[in-house]
């Protein structure tokens, strides 16, 4: 029987950000605190749809996969007469709830500007349509911050595989081992790693209180490098990094 790897503390790890030349971002749940609001919608459109799962069903069925997937699952299960419908019906309550609720992850724009000051490219890469990651983007006065967005609408293959991330740094010009992918979902961790790329497990949506220690220890069985709780602690240990530049 194979042991579960154990919760490592970050001090332990190996410094992955030394020459790291791309950073990329999983989207909801790291740039967007969006996860609460996405599960708790797509739980009422799903049970609208004939089917009543509950937030911890929703959340290991669907936590970093595209809707074309949820859709397809819609497809599959939903006892609706009209299951092609879902997909408008949940993003329409999803994006009132964005303009009006939505906010990013606390201490983003440090991060932000401490990989700005190493000189270290970022882009998203997100399992999200770029409508919905548009829609974020503007209710959150971000829509200026990041110049590179890449979405899986364009890969024929959603994460799990790493096809996504392989575009990202393809079009980048970035060699998949200099490349970190910040995520807070098994999928993406494991895309990540499929693309030969390192990948931090990110703990600090608010979609995961109370199951912190558990999710951490999901990602790291799953192939992440690290665990992080915040990205204060991410852009701590670039701010090194920084120096020696200096």
């Known amino acids: 029987m194979n042991t579960p790897r154990k919760l ?32 708790a919608t797509l739980q009422a459109s799903l049970k ?12 290991q069925k669907f936590l970093g996969k595209s809707l074309k997937t949820i859709s397809t699952y ?23 709830r964005f303009r009006a609720e939505l906010k990013p992850l606390p201490h983003l724009e440090k991060l932000l500007f401490e990989l700005a000051e190493t000189a270290t490219r970022f882009c998203i890469a997100s399992s ?12 959150m006065s971000m829509s200026d911050c990041f ?24 079009a980048l010009d970035v060699s998949p081992s200099r490349c970190l992918v910040i995520e807070d ?5 494991r895309a990540a790693k499929a693309a030969g790329m390192r990948g931090v497990g ?12 558990q999710h951490g220890k999901t990602l790291l069985e799953n192939g992440a490098d690290m665990i992080l709780a915040s990205h204060q602690d991410i852009a701590a ?9 200096n």
């Not at 590179?148 to 393809?170: C, I, N, T, W, Y």
């Not at 949506?205 to 199951?211: E, P, T």
């Not at 240990?237 to 530049?245: C, E, G, I």
Request: aromatic share 10%; charged share 20%.
């Open 8 to 39: 490592r503390p970050p001090q332990t790890c190996t410094d992955l950000f030394g020459d790291v030349d791309l950073v990329i971002f999983d989207f909801d749940g790291v740039i967007a605190d969006s996860e609460v609001i996405s599960l």
């Open 48 to 59: 609208a749809f004939g089917m009543d799962l509950t937030i911890e069903e929703i959340r």
């Open 74 to 96: 819609v497809d599959q299960h939903s006892s609706s007469q009209a299951p092609a419908d879902f997909g408008n019906a949940w993003q329409a309550e999803l994006y009132s």
């Open 128 to 139: 999200g349509t770029f409508e919905r990651i548009n829609v974020a983007l503007s209710a």
């Open 147 to 170: 110049d590179h967005v890449f979405s899986s609408e364009q890969v024929s293959r959603g994460k799990p595989a790493p096809d996504l991330f392989l575009m990202a740094a393809e």
């Open 185 to 189: 979902s098994l999928y993406g961790i």
């Open 202 to 213: 990110f703990l600090g949506g608010a979609h995961l209180q109370g199951i912190v220690e």
């Open 237 to 245: 240990r670039l701010a090194p990094k920084r120096t020696q530049q």
